[in-house]
């Protein structure tokens, strides 16, 4: 199996925030292929108590969906406690939003969801997507039914509040794993390399 040779028992973090499971889907996607690499992958969910643990992580995926046009609390809270770590580590944020039914809407610098998160926590990600995600009206109450309705209005989707549409380009979420999974093994053969010349200059 590609990459298997420099597998180890440090993991990459994938985390996600969903609220109806897509987004957990997508994440679950994001594992199957960085596992094909040769990474060992932890998934959880985020949460306002998720902690990250240096000396077991190796890697950070955060897929994250947006909720009228904001991101989990615990998004931010997570990267404001770990900023040094995940700025020294290969990361990948990926968020999923309805508004990247529209093509334009899946480039991160077009997406103001994505670039004001980013602006918010001064991060900038090894690899930033942004993928479309799916509507679901059967699963929303009374409430999520109404808004997601007016905003699919507003934006020309389907408003009929019985749509199930998945808007995924499950592809693209493949391909963006496959990169990201290969910044982390580039990333892990580097600090092997280093790991191996500093044991060589050791006094014997």
């Not at 199957?32 to 643990?53: F, H, N, P, S, W």
């Not at 990600?125 to 799916?134: C, F, I, L, M, Y």
């Not at 493949?174 to 044991?199: Q, S, V």
Request: with cysteine; net charge positive.
């Amino acid at each position: 199996m590609p990459g298997e040779e420099i597998a180890d028992h440090k993991s990459v973090l994938l985390l996600y925030s969903s609220r109806f499971g897509h987004s957990r889907k997508i994440a679950d996607a994001v594992a199957v292929e960085l596992m094909r690499a040769g990474l060992t992958v932890e998934v959880a969910g985020l949460t306002q108590t998720t902690r990250i643990d240096p000396g077991r992580h190796i890697g950070l995926g955060l897929v994250i969906s947006v909720r009228y046009g904001h991101f989990a609390r615990a998004a931010y809270k997570l990267v404001k406690a770990h900023k040094a770590w995940i700025e020294s580590v290969p990361t990948l944020l990926m968020t999923i939003s309805l508004t990247a039914r529209k093509p334009e809407k899946r480039d991160p610098t077009n997406h103001v969801y994505t670039r004001k998160f980013l602006k918010k926590t001064a991060w900038c990600p090894s690899q930033t997507e942004v993928v479309a995600g799916s509507l679901q009206y059967p699963l929303y109450n009374v409430f999520d039914r109404a808004c997601i309705r007016l905003i699919m209005l507003m934006m020309g989707g389907e408003a009929d509040g019985r749509s199930e549409i998945d808007y995924t380009d499950w592809d693209r979420v493949r391909a963006a794993a496959r990169e990201y999974g290969e910044r982390c093994l580039r990333n892990k053969r580097a600090k092997k390399t280093i790991e191996a010349a500093a044991y060589q200059r050791q006094p014997r």
